[in-house]
């Protein structure tokens, strides 16, 4: 069974910058797309960023030009960097994994990273 574990979160002042990291267990080049949501307080878990197997990457607009999203097949890690933090992206960020098998879809989670941007 897949599993995706988070680290990186933590607390940061407004303006900094933070990195996430989602270690899988198996390979992530059997991925058909990963990615990282976020779930605010009271809010919906929503897209941040998403990154294909073909390379292409997609990003929420209200963190373009701020996030980057990428890989290290190599390492079986993905990465969020975040730059330019502000107070509303204070969130629970979750990895998330998609692959898609003869039988379907097969849609992984992590366990979040707390992610607190202080004003």
């Known amino acids: 069974q897949v599993q995706l574990v988070e680290f990186g979160g933590g607390l940061v002042q407004t303006g900094g910058s933070l990195k996430l990291s989602c270690t899988s267990s198996t390979r992530i080049s059997v991925f058909s797309v990963m990615g990282w949501y976020r779930q605010g307080p009271g809010k919906q878990r929503d897209l941040v960023a998403g990154?294909?197997?073909?390379?292409?990457?997609n990003y929420a607009d209200s963190v373009k030009g701020r996030f980057v999203i990428s890989r290290d097949n190599a390492k079986n890690t993905l990465f969020l960097q975040m730059y330019s933090l502000k107070p509303e992206d204070t969130a629970a960020y979750y990895c998330y994994s998609r692959l898609d098998s003869l039988k379907g879809p097969v849609e992984v989670w992590g366990q979040g990273a707390q992610v607190t941007v202080a004003s």
């Open positions: 990154i294909h197997s073909g390379g292409s990457t």
